[in-house]
């Protein structure tokens, strides 16, 4: 994605456009696709403004504060709580997978394997 015009050539095309000049002349002279100037037209007189609009932050999190608070009490009450119980108990609209990147990236706990879990080695071979 490009980066937005600066103010000033915004400021240019909008002044250009309502002399009357062709957007063909406006986007060779200012080097920007006719594109662009129909649509900064198109916000300027909408709004009366040429400046870029605000970003909106991206996309919203599936999880809420109050929910992943929920989660971390759970995980702190039942450490062994897999994620597909927590999906389940608390009726969270998302995946195994998205839930458990939540958990690390988010709350910020990981998987530990059992040091008793750990497999020895089989007898009576060298190696």
């Given at each position: 994605?490009?980066?937005?015009?600066?103010?000033?050539?915004?400021?240019?095309?909008?002044?250009?456009?309502?002399?009357?000049?062709?957007?063909?002349?406006?986007?060779?002279?200012?080097?920007v696709?006719?594109?662009?100037?129909?649509?900064?037209?198109?916000?300027?007189?909408?709004?009366?403004?040429?400046e870029?609009?605000?970003?909106?932050?991206g996309?919203?999190?599936?999880?809420?504060?109050?929910?992943?608070?929920?989660i971390?009490?759970k995980?702190?009450e039942?450490?062994?709580?897999?994620?597909?119980?927590?999906?389940?108990?608390?009726?969270?609209?998302?995946?195994?997978?998205?839930l458990?990147?939540?958990?690390?990236?988010?709350?910020?706990?990981?998987?530990?394997?059992?040091?008793s879990?750990?497999?020895t080695?089989p007898?009576?071979r060298?190696?």
């Amino acid at each position: 994605m490009s980066k937005p015009l600066s103010i000033d050539l915004r400021k240019r095309i909008i002044e250009a456009k309502l002399r009357g000049d062709p957007q063909s002349k406006i986007a060779t002279e200012k080097e920007v696709n006719e594109s662009t100037i129909t649509k900064l037209w198109a916000l300027y007189r909408k709004t009366g403004k040429y400046e870029a609009r605000p970003n909106s932050g991206g996309r919203k999190p599936a999880l809420s504060p109050q929910q992943l608070e929920q989660i971390t009490e759970k995980i702190k009450e039942q450490p062994d709580i897999t994620l597909q119980e927590l999906i389940d108990e608390f009726s969270l609209p998302v995946c195994v997978s998205a839930l458990c990147r939540t958990i690390n990236n988010k709350l910020g706990f990981r998987y530990k394997k059992n040091s008793s879990r750990c497999r020895t080695k089989p007898q009576g071979r060298e190696g």
